[in-house]
């Protein structure tokens, strides 16, 4: 074998060196940006189930939380803080998991799961009540959205009341303890 030759297994060699190693950066990135997705949605799914909790966390939120989006504006007016809170907080939620969903973080399961909730929430006769006063601090990107999401939806379908058995269970109870 000539020098020459040495020259061409060198180079050829080194060409598929340097392909291996485009290859594995190449491959790098794409774990890498697994890596980010994942870490994005669970660092904004921490929040919603935080937000899950705090709907429940102490004696008498369950019915604030029921009562409130029922009927917001007849509420009493810890019940409408509850509320504020409440639906505040998963709103911004829904807006961080909105940017986060155009920017390729969130998977569409991900993100419809989220809107469905912010919808739901915002279809309840206390939610409709509490988003006239609600859209007015919310950040006008989400609020365009959601609006427009809202007129899309019938009226007959589920609201977030009808999620859980419970939550019309609750209400009936309450209206007969308040009967009595």
Not at 35 to 62: C, F, H, K, Y
Not at 108 to 137: H, M, S
Not at 144 to 156: F, M, Q, V
């Amino acid at each position: 074998m000539t020098l020459e030759n040495f020259y061409y297994v060198g180079q050829t060699v080194a060409v598929v060196a340097i392909l291996m190693s485009l290859l594995a950066v190449v491959w790098q990135m794409q774990q890498s940006q697994k890596m980010e997705r994942a870490a994005a949605q669970r660092d904004l799914l921490l929040p919603v189930s935080e937000w899950g909790r705090m709907t429940n966390s102490q004696d008498g939120d369950i019915d604030r939380f029921v009562v409130g989006l029922h009927g917001y504006d007849s509420a009493e007016a810890l019940t409408q803080s509850f509320i504020d809170k409440a639906l505040s907080e998963f709103v911004f939620v829904a807006e961080s998991a909105l940017n986060m969903h155009r920017d390729g973080f969130f998977s569409e399961g991900t993100w419809g799961g989220i809107e469905g909730a912010a919808l739901a929430l915002l279809r309840t006769p206390g939610g409709k009540q509490w988003w006239v006063y609600g859209e007015r601090v919310i950040g006008a990107e989400i609020v365009a959205h959601l609006n427009k999401r809202l007129r899309e939806i019938p009226d007959s379908a589920p609201t977030f009341l009808d999620f859980w058995p419970s939550y019309r269970n609750r209400l009936r109870e309450l209206e007969v303890l308040k009967a009595a």
